[in-house]
């Protein structure tokens, strides 16, 4: 069974850069056919698409954030990261990380999610 | 990319059939069978229940079902259950290589 774990500071200042880990367990990240993707949930409000990597390290993110994102993979830790620049308190947000099937919005895996707060 | 547009909420009595729908445009959920749909309780990650439009995971009720007319995409839940109330977003690929979700659908249970 695929699990994922996400990690990193639950707050950050605003102006600073977001750093977010995904580890995988009970499958290998370079298994092909799989990318490997972050996703936002805004409180109370609905989720946001931020972009995902394919093992090969082809990245594909939302254009509304493709400017301070930074999606990269690590296969000898089996982890891949986000990082995302110059946030604000309206990147306040519950971050998962989830594994898609194909690259179509098949998110069948999924980690349980980690609060970060932006605040000074 | 704009979120895909669904009712902000539906209900209905146990045992009933409820429909949740997603309107995209032609460069998504028109243009596309790439479209997801999730389930997501209070407090909890979300859970894939349809994709490729009308496909099931394993171990997701076949009461749960997908269709699609043009742009937009609908979730049908027969045999209302207390267990499924819960937020549902639609989700779909774009014609721009992204993904794009919907902007989900609180369903009660009455």
């Known amino acids: 069974q695929v699990q994922l774990q996400e990690s990193g500071p639950g707050l950050v200042k605003p102006s600073q850069t977001l750093s977010l880990t995904c580890t995988v367990s009970g499958g290998s990240i370079s298994s092909g056919g799989y990318y490997w993707s972050w996703i936002r949930q805004l409180p109370g409000k609905g989720l946001e698409w931020i972009g995902y990597i394919y093992y090969r390290g082809s990245t594909y993110y939302n254009p509304s954030l493709k400017s301070r994102v930074t999606i990269s993979v690590d296969t000898s830790k089996n982890q891949f990261s986000l990082k995302l620049s110059s946030v604000t308190a309206a990147d306040t947000a519950v971050y998962y990380c989830?594994?898609?099937?194909?690259?179509?919005?098949?998110?069948?895996?999924w980690g349980q999610g980690t609060l970060v707060i932006v605040s000074s | 990319q704009s979120a895909l547009t669904q009712p902000a909420s539906v209900s209905g009595s146990p045992g009933q059939s409820s429909t949740i729908s997603c309107t995209g445009s032609s460069s998504d959920v028109g243009g596309y069978n790439y479209v997801s749909w999730y389930q997501q309780h209070p407090g909890k990650a979300p859970k894939l229940m349809i994709y490729?439009?009308?496909n099931r995971p394993s171990g997701v009720s076949n009461r749960f079902s997908g269709s699609k007319s043009g742009n937009t995409a609908s979730l049908t839940i027969s045999g209302l259950q207390a267990e499924d109330e819960a937020d549902y977003f639609c989700?779909?690929?774009?014609?721009?290589?992204?993904?794009?979700f919907g902007e989900g659908t609180r369903l009660t249970v009455l």
């Open positions: 989700s779909s690929y774009t014609s721009s290589s992204t993904l794009v």
């Open positions: 989830a594994r898609d099937l194909g690259g179509w919005g098949d998110f069948e895996y």
């Open positions: 490729d439009v009308t």
